[in-house]
């Protein structure tokens, strides 16, 4: 079956049996429970972008002077794929995540990977390794393309050759099975961006920087960091990887507010979704600033009833108890909200195939694969 402009991707024959994939899909921790197969493409200044190939996961072959090894021109995405009860499978948002990473290479100075060869890609892994999405509705399968300067060559500029890998993984919630309310910590210490700096971008170098401040997270009992800005260390911007909401009343009164993209902020694709869900659910949205201390007057007063976090991995986790280095307050009672919990259903409802989607977000993916259930 033809994907990319009439480049053939050759069904390949598996290699892992029903039974062990499905020991292997039994406790799927996050990142850890790779499928089969992956999609990679070379781009290089002669050819650009050529050679896509549907190939069997495995390691790769680097020279010791691999740019993006050294100088950090790496970026990637995360979208996810959902099989439907009646043996569907879909992708949420492709398109989106497919600009965003244009967005990113964009940044780092790396070829913009065309958003039509990107979907396509999306759409011959997932119907290659559709066996692997289980029908279990707290399991999907998480997405990867990264992106990466692949020349050999120590020159202190941008790289003459790139690699596009798109490798997928089951995986259940992100914070494990059962959704439970987070326990997050404030740091003012550690800043994970700057203006003018690749806060809005999906690169690799803005990960290994947070591990620091998500170790004294752990330390304090805790889930996630919650990112403050990098100058004042007072506004409010992200929690680990995902954006923040605030549900500011209750009943019909609430109205929500999301701190503003500013450029230290990943846009994030669950995010957009969720101001166009609680429009249409009446709700009031608006993007706001707000300071760690309003956050914290605001739940002691009950002005803020919820506060939750969204992203790919987690979807949406609502927030308990925040702690600081002076002092912790709780949300709410400490649970999950009316409001948070209703965007959560309705969000999970559209991406399993539940609800309309009327925004037509979900991509579907393959011919239906009905009836093939006991095969897998």
């Not at 790396?110 to 011959?124: H, N, T, Y």
């Not at 997405?143 to 089951?170: G, K, N, Q």
Request: proline share 6%; aromatic share 10%; charged share 25%.
């Amino acid at each position: 079956m033809s994907f990319i402009g009439g480049i053939d991707f050759r069904p390949l024959q598996s290699r892992i049996s029903a039974q062990e994939r499905a020991a292997r899909c039994a406790s799927p921790a996050f990142g850890h429970v790779f499928t089969e197969h992956m999609v990679s493409m070379s781009w290089s200044r002669e050819l650009g972008w050529n050679k896509p190939e549907l190939v069997p996961y495995g390691p790769l072959e680097l020279d010791p002077a691999t740019v993006g090894l050294h100088y950090g021109q790496v970026v990637f995405e995360g979208l996810k794929a959902f099989r439907t009860d009646d043996d569907r499978i879909f992708v949420f948002r492709p398109e989106a995540h497919a600009r965003r990473f244009r967005r990113s290479a964009q940044r780092l100075m790396i070829p913009e990977f065309p958003d039509e060869l990107f979907v396509r890609a999306v759409d011959a892994l997932v119907y290659e390794d559709r066996a692997w999405i289980p029908d279990d509705p707290n399991v999907s399968l998480y997405l990867r393309p990264i992106l990466f300067a692949s020349e050999a060559a120590l020159a202190l500029r941008p790289a003459h050759e790139y690699r596009f890998l798109l490798m997928a993984f089951v995986t259940e919630g992100f914070f494990g099975q059962v959704p439970r309310p987070l326990t997050v910590w404030a740091t003012t210490e550690y800043s994970r961006a700057a203006t003018g700096g690749t806060g809005e971008s999906k690169c690799a170098g803005n990960y290994a920087g947070t591990y620091l401040a998500q170790e004294q997270a752990a330390r304090e009992g805790c889930d996630q960091v919650v990112w403050l800005d990098s100058v004042e260390r007072r506004w409010v911007e992200e929690l680990g990887g995902m954006n923040l909401f605030f549900v500011h009343g209750r009943g019909d009164r609430a109205r929500l507010t999301t701190p503003p993209l500013t450029g230290t902020l990943l846009p994030g694709v669950t995010r957009d979704a969720l101001l166009v869900l609680a429009a249409d659910l009446g709700l009031a949205v608006t993007e706001e600033p707000i300071t760690l201390d309003q956050w914290r007057r605001g739940c002691l007063d009950g002005e803020i009833s919820e506060a939750f976090a969204c992203g790919t991995a987690a979807g949406i986790s609502s927030i308990g108890t925040v702690r600081t280095a002076s002092g912790s307050w709780n949300v709410g009672d400490g649970a999950e909200g009316a409001v948070t919990a209703q965007l959560s259903r309705l969000l999970l409802g559209i991406r399993r195939g539940e609800l309309p989607d009327p925004h037509h977000w979900m991509h579907p993916v393959g011919p239906a694969v009905a009836g093939r259930r006991e095969q897998r």
